[in-house]
C-alpha cells in the first residue's frame, strides 16, 4: 500500500503565495508521473499541474505563469508552488501518483486526503 501525505494549504489574501507539499511513501518500487488536481465546491475536480519522472510538466491554462509544479525524486516528494493566488484558486487540492509497487507491477494511481487552499479578496 501507499500512502500520500499533503501538507501547506490554508488561507491566503489575493496576490499571495502558498506551497504545497506531498510526500509518498509505503511499497514503493518507482513512482512515474506526479501530479496535482483541485475541486472547488460544485465543480468537478481538475488537473491543475502534471510532472513526469523525467521532469516534463504542464499546466491548466487558468495557473500558467502563476504555479509551479517540482519533485524530488530521491524524497518521493511532490511540490505545488503557487504565486499571484486569486479567489478562484479557492479548492481542496489532491496529490496524486502513479506508482509501480514491484519490478514487475504496472503502474496504479493513488490519491492523497486533500488538503484546503482558500484565498480571500
Known amino acids: 500500500q501507499v500512502q500520500l501525505v499533503e501538507s501547506g494549504g490554508g488561507l491566503v489574501q489575493a496576490g499571495g503565495s502558498l506551497r504545497l507539499s506531498c510526500a509518498a511513501s509505503g511499497s514503493i518500487f518507482s513512482i512515474n508521473s506526479m501530479g496535482w488536481y483541485r475541486q472547488a465546491p460544485g465543480k468537478q475536480r481538475e488537473l491543475v499541474a502534471r510532472?513526469?519522472?523525467?521532469?516534463?510538466?504542464n499546466y491548466v491554462d487558468s495557473v500558467k505563469g502563476r504555479f509551479t509544479i517540482s519533485r524530488d525524486n530521491a524524497k518521493n516528494t511532490v511540490f505545488l508552488q503557487m504565486n499571484s493566488l486569486k479567489p478562484e484558486d479557492t479548492a481542496v487540492y489532491y496529490c496524486t501518483a502513479s506508482v509501480r509497487n514491484g519490478p514487475l507491477s504496472i503502474a496504479r494511481d493513488y490519491w492523497g486526503q486533500g488538503t484546503q487552499v482558500s484565498v480571500s479578496s
Open positions: 510532472i513526469s519522472s523525467g521532469g516534463s510538466t
